[in-house]
């Protein structure tokens, strides 16, 4: 496929996006739609295609990251702060992730867990402090390669309606170059990994049930395997027994994969479950930063407001019951009907 030009902005060639090397270029490249070239913004200009832009800008399509030689915490907020409008949403913020722990955000509505979220991969800026991923300040890496090292999966999904499964998935690495066999080997171990049937891959986002357009959205953000992955409520919009199989599915990913998660909810089950530590916010300051159990046994009363506000059954699910075989790892016939290839 020949060189193709945009904009004197960037080259595409095959699936890869090189900078042009005028100073001060917007760094932008483009992704096939139905008949035509799809121009996407670099965050900073017009929206085109509101899902597509989203889905570039925000880091969902995940990538390695720069390799490091820093041996401490693989995210740091150091004394970060970000004030909006002249309310202060998140201030005076110390926090360190290690590497293959799931630290969730707790907190109710506008206690400033997702601003927190969306300053590791820059779609937001503190006004004070450094946030470092990899002991570098992520002001200081380029944006692009910021954004696709890490994993990104929201509650609302982000599929382009227009791609099939396969291609969803498969994005990422197709625009890193991948050979296409590697590719679709790597969708299909990903569907598997997030227990969809394979005849999937051929059905566009509107034919999936919530749950498996969810699965959908982890296996994307997992297909180029980044270190890191940002969850904002990613299941929070599912039915109930649907959230529990997704819940200790992804339990049963990470102790598979290892990755560095933050973990965004308001569910304080779902904290217990999922988190290695939990780190309560409230009113845009930390509160405090717990194990599971500890935060049970917390005397702090703004933890045990929390608690109180759960009541029943939080020791049971504290103490992590995970199934002896994933839903990954059932035969079809043994999952939900949601989740045999049936919308």
Not at 203 to 227: E, F, K, M, T
Not at 304 to 313: E, L, M, P, Q, T
């Amino acid at each position: 496929m020949p060189a193709l030009l945009v904009f004197h902005v960037v080259i595409i060639t095959r699936s890869r996006y090189e900078p042009s090397a005028a100073q001060g270029a917007s760094r932008r490249f483009v992704l096939p739609h139905p008949g035509k070239i799809h121009r996407i913004g670099d965050g900073q200009s017009g929206v085109r295609h509101r899902t597509t832009t989203l889905f570039v800008n925000s880091g969902m399509l995940g990538a390695h990251m720069p390799i490091t030689t820093s041996e401490g915490p693989v995210i740091e907020f150091r004394d970060v702060a970000y004030r909006v409008a002249g309310t202060q949403v998140v201030c005076g913020l110390n926090l360190g992730v290690q590497h293959g722990e799931t630290l969730v955000l707790l907190g109710r509505s506008g206690s400033g867990k997702t601003t927190t979220l969306k300053l590791v991969n820059r779609l937001l800026l503190p006004t004070a402090g450094e946030v470092r991923v990899n002991g570098v300040l992520n002001s200081a890496c380029d944006l692009i390669r910021l954004r696709r090292s890490i994993g990104y999966v929201i509650q609302d999904v982000g599929l382009f309606p227009h791609f099939t499964v396969e291609r969803n998935i498969g994005l990422v690495p197709k625009i890193e170059g991948w050979p296409e066999e590697r590719t679709r080997a790597r969708v299909q171990e990903l569907l598997q990994m997030v227990g969809l049937a394979a005849e999937l891959a051929t059905r566009y986002p509107h034919q999936l049930s919530g749950g498996q357009r969810q699965r959908v959205g982890v296996a994307r953000a997992l297909a180029a395997d980044p270190a890191v992955l940002l969850m904002d409520e990613p299941f929070g919009a599912l039915d109930p027994l649907t959230r529990d199989e997704l819940q200790r599915e992804f339990l049963s990913l990470q102790q598979r994969l290892h990755k560095t998660v933050i973990f965004v909810t308001h569910d304080l089950r779902e904290a217990l479950l999922l988190g290695s530590r939990i780190a309560l916010m409230e009113a845009g300051r930390l509160v405090t930063v717990l194990a599971p159990q500890d935060f049970l046994r917390s005397t702090d009363p703004r933890v045990s407001a929390y608690v109180r506000a759960f009541a029943d059954g939080l020791q049971l699910v504290a103490d992590r019951p995970v199934n002896d075989r994933p839903l990954a790892d059932r035969p079809l016939n043994d999952r939900p009907l949601n989740d045999r290839g049936t919308s």
